[in-house]
């Protein structure tokens, strides 16, 4: 079983900053994109920011120049540095990743639980 676990989210002012890890375990052969999701109170989760594994990122345009997917591949892990929050950040973030796992032929996706970001004075 692979699994996909966040953390670093929390309380954070107008302008701060805010770090996320996601890290994955289990039975993993192979992880390709990896990303981070967000689902705003009463919206739809909508996707942020997506990283192959070989490091290109793609980002949504409202989150372009303040926020930073990177990854390190010996370690399950992608991350997501937030600059300049602002109170419509606010959400619960999942990271995702596409993984094959030990033996598989096929990929299949995975999310972490979430981790909630309120941006708030």
């Known amino acids: 079983q692979a699994q996909l676990v966040e953390s670093g989210g929390g309380l954070v002012e107008p302008g701060g900053s805010l770090g996320l890890s996601c890290v994955g375990s289990g039975d993993i052969g192979s992880i390709y994109d990896m990303g981070w999701y967000r689902q705003a109170p009463g919206k739809q989760r909508e996707l942020l920011a997506t990283i192959t594994n070989s490091g290109a990122a793609d980002y949504v345009d409202s989150v372009k120049g303040r926020f930073t997917i990177s990854r390190n591949n010996a370690r399950y892990t992608v991350y997501l540095q937030m600059n300049s929050l602002k109170p419509d950040d606010t959400g619960v973030y999942y990271c995702?990743?596409?993984?094959?796992?030990?033996?598989?032929?096929?990929?299949?996706?995975?999310w972490g639980q979430g981790t909630q970001v309120t941006v708030s004075s």
């Open positions: 995702y990743a596409r993984i094959r796992r030990n033996g598989a032929v096929s990929a299949d996706d995975y």
